[in-house]
């Protein structure tokens, strides 16, 4: 039997204030299945370095992104591991995708690979 585990209201509040913000909420959707470099999501954005990183500490403060270093770049993605990563999925899964986003920066050529 599946049981999902009940999510505390005043944390549920504070998840759900941080996803009302349309850049942080299409980025947690984006990250759902991809990890993004800081300057891959500036230029998807089309908004400011510190901007982008601001948004992501918000969302990493409270567990919801994860960053793993890879080289000289560190790539941000989804934390599964999260006693609220049900809660959040629950709230994403309801979104269309932005993978899109992603396959234009590879047209483009800006798509972050490394080994």
């Known amino acids: 039997m599946d049981v999902k585990a009940q999510v505390d ?5 504070q998840i759900l204030k941080l996803l009302g913000d349309k850049t942080r909420l299409s ?3 984006l990250l759902q299945n991809n990890e993004c470099c800081v300057c891959e999501l500036v230029e998807i954005y089309k908004t400011s370095q ?3 990183s ?3 500490r918000k969302l990493k403060d409270i567990e919801l992104v994860r960053e793993k270093r890879k080289g000289q770049w560190i790539f941000y993605s989804l934390n599964k591991e ?7 999925l629950d ?6 995708s932005q993978d ?8 483009q050529g800006l798509r972050i690979s490394c080994c």
């Open 9 to 13: 209201v005043e944390k549920a509040a």
């Open 27 to 29: 980025m947690m959707k």
């Open 50 to 52: 510190p901007s982008i």
């Open 54 to 56: 601001q948004n992501l």
């Open 82 to 88: 999260n006693h609220y990563y049900h809660f959040v």
């Open 91 to 96: 709230i994403l899964e309801s979104l269309p």
């Open 100 to 107: 899109e986003r992603l396959k234009e920066l590879e047209k």
